[in-house]
């Protein structure tokens, strides 16, 4: 009994979260037709009809049928020797079959279906662009964060206060004086001696350095007070103790943290950096901001722009959606230690 | 000599932090006093901006638009708790049960806002079938102006409840001191005292981190409001974000815009600082 009160809703959650995925994937691979049936049906079937004609079945389409008559006239479907032909059989030869429809093509033709930029190209734009942040964010944060840990400077605990400050600042109110920013870089860069390159250039379809280009993408999204802040309560919770003997074997504080402090922090690096590569590969208001070419859109801002294209096309909507999700649970499912890890460590800071 | 090393090692954050985060968070109090597009044209108008802002219907009617969404909160963090409590008793399939419930919030994007535009669908949606299947015809959710925003926030409520909140209070749980426990049952305390005097107490900590982060979240609700009503229906779910963008994008009054950030900054702030006393005068630290 008690059991049970336990069990029932946690089963009940358990089918609440999953349903709406099911249902997703379901209506992914649905003919376009088969998505206005009522009563709705998970998998879509269709009726097919055979007959058999000298021992073989052949897949036909019934052209005409009088209801006295005795004979149906079909039509032969497929390639074989005997396709578009159409016959007289006996109304009793014919057979008619329920079967599931699974459309797996609605997959590749939702991905071709984009008429600005492919699919795959948004596809590797977000997946360049959530590496790249990543990476930036890693290296520039362990490097800080070993400054903050590790070595004594004035200013120290004044700089880490402010460091501190801005974890509680909403990103919101950064956006538009670095978007205001962007606009106008490559304006005073050029008045700087650019010589117009970096307002008229083109790095791989978007612009250098300004809004719509890889560099607004990217750049201002590497470095991050909080990565900084995580990766130093981990350093601090390492031992000096281990870094004492590679001093002794004349290692400078660039081999200590290369060779000692880094390796040993796999955990804490592994799950800034999932939470980095899922926040800038799900992030949507800033690349919404200030992209506008087709040709550098990221994975989010494509199926945006999709639904006001083919709204009406939820198979297709559902199949890119689908290839959108997937690799996200994959990471999931695969680093998921160290996102439940993860969120507790961000807990300390509370 | 160490402090050249340490200023070389961060050098490369520092700039970026400065550039990208300390600067802007000083220059939106200095654009704020400004009118104009930054491009063409600005011109210096004081607290003018703030004048206006007071009386402006359009980002009262958002803020308040935001307030009704933020009202989930509680409720999420709720039912969060809820799904702890179950998980934290030794059933069989944690971690199965964990990761399904975590699947929406990790997946949550533009992709799963697409996905609910589809079950809010009228006419073929899963929500409509469902109250069909009992006899009820469902609303146009998302096109009607007083079902949009609770259909938005029964969205969150499904991505967020088995997400960090959950897995927070999970960890919580099993911090608690279990004599604590033993303790309150030799008083006599049944499961309900048990948990009013035992479970939410240690738990005020981790309550008070989840409602601060979830309370400054909910103030930057932005994604949503785009992709599954564009603000709309007449401007039911335009949030304070919803509006910055059109101020950016529509009007160009990025002077203006400016001034509704340092709103939003300074309403999480006092959000924030009310809720840090009210914490610590209820005995978390």
Not at chain 2, 97 to 103: A, Q
Not at chain 2, 210 to 226: E, R
Request: aromatic share 14%.
């Amino acid at each position: 009994m008690r059991r049970l009160l336990v069990y029932l809703p946690l089963g009940a959650f358990a089918a609440t979260m999953l349903i709406p995925f099911v249902w997703t994937v379901a209506t992914s691979l649905k003919p376009q037709e088969a998505v206005f049936s009522h009563p709705p049906r998970l998998v879509a079937r269709r009726t097919s009809h055979t007959v058999v004609v000298e021992g073989r079945p052949l897949r036909v389409r019934p052209l005409d049928r009088d209801g006295a008559a005795r004979t149906v006239r079909v039509k032969v479907l497929g390639s074989g020797p005997a396709a578009r032909r159409v016959l007289t059989v006996p109304a009793d030869d014919l057979r008619e079959r329920s079967e599931p429809v699974l459309r797996l093509e609605n997959y590749p033709e939702a991905w071709r279906a984009y008429p600005f930029v492919s699919f795959w190209r948004a596809y590797a734009n977000s997946l360049a662009v959530a590496a790249l942040v990543t990476l930036g964010q890693v290296v520039t944060s362990s490097l800080a964060a070993y400054a903050f840990a590790r070595l004594r400077f004035p200013g120290r605990d004044l700089l880490f206060l402010g460091y501190l400050g801005t974890m509680m600042i909403p990103g919101a109110v950064t956006l538009i004086p670095t978007f205001i920013l962007l606009k106008n870089l490559p304006g005073v860069l050029d008045a700087l001696g650019g010589g117009g390159w970096f307002s008229r250039g083109f790095v791989l379809g978007g612009g250098v350095v300004g809004l719509d280009s890889y560099f607004a993408l990217i750049v201002p999204r590497v470095f991050s007070a909080y990565g900084t802040f995580m990766l130093r309560q981990f350093f601090l919770s390492i031992p000096r103790e281990l870094e004492d003997a590679a001093r002794m074997d004349g290692c400078g504080s660039l081999g200590i943290l290369l060779r000692v402090i880094l390796p040993l922090s796999r955990p804490a690096l592994a799950t800034l950096s999932i939470f980095t590569f899922l926040w800038a590969w799900g992030d949507f208001m800033w690349p919404l901001l200030v992209t506008h070419s087709h040709e550098i859109y990221t994975l989010p801002l494509l199926l945006s722009s999709y639904q006001g294209q083919y709204g009406t096309h939820w198979p297709y909507l559902m199949a890119a959606s689908v290839t959108a999700l997937a690799p996200l649970v994959a990471i999931f499912v695969l680093g998921q230690r160290y996102f439940i890890e993860g969120i507790q460590l961000g807990a300390v800071k509370g | 000599m160490e402090t050249l090393t340490a200023w070389l090692y961060l050098a490369p954050n520092l700039a970026g932090f400065l550039v990208f985060t300390a600067g802007p968070v000083l220059a939106v109090f200095a654009m704020a006093g400004f009118a104009g597009d930054f491009v063409s044209r600005f011109e210096w108008v004081g607290l003018a901006n703030f004048a206006e802002l007071a009386g402006d219907r359009r980002f009262l009617r958002s803020l308040w638009n935001t307030l009704v969404l933020m009202s989930a909160i509680p409720v999420g963090m709720a039912l969060s708790l809820a799904l702890a409590l179950l998980l934290h008793q030794k059933v069989r399939g944690r971690v199965v049960l964990r990761t399904i419930f975590f699947l929406p919030s990790i997946t949550s994007g533009i992709a799963l806002f697409l996905l609910w535009r589809w079950i809010y669908n009228p006419e073929f949606g899963l929500v409509n079938e469902a109250l069909r299947a009992l006899g009820v015809e469902g609303p146009n959710w998302l096109r009607d102006a007083f079902w949009a925003k609770p259909a938005l926030m029964f969205m969150g409520l499904w991505m967020g409840i088995g997400g960090h909140n959950m897995v927070l209070y999970l960890a919580g749980l099993q911090h608690i001191d279990p004599t604590l426990y033993q303790a309150a049952e030799l008083d006599g305390a049944g499961p309900w005292a048990r948990f009013r005097h035992v479970t939410w107490p240690s738990l005020s900590t981790t309550t008070f981190f989840i409602f601060t982060t979830n309370v400054i979240g909910g103030f930057q609700v932005f994604d949503q409001a785009y992709v599954m009503t564009r603000g709309g229906p007449d401007g039911a779910t335009t949030t304070v974000l919803y509006y910055i963008f059109e101020l950016l994008y529509v009007d160009q009054r990025v002077g203006y815009a400016a001034a509704v950030s340092v709103a939003l900054f300074a309403l999480v702030l006092a959000v924030t600082l009310a809720n840090w006393r009210l914490g610590r005068s209820g005995g978390a630290r």
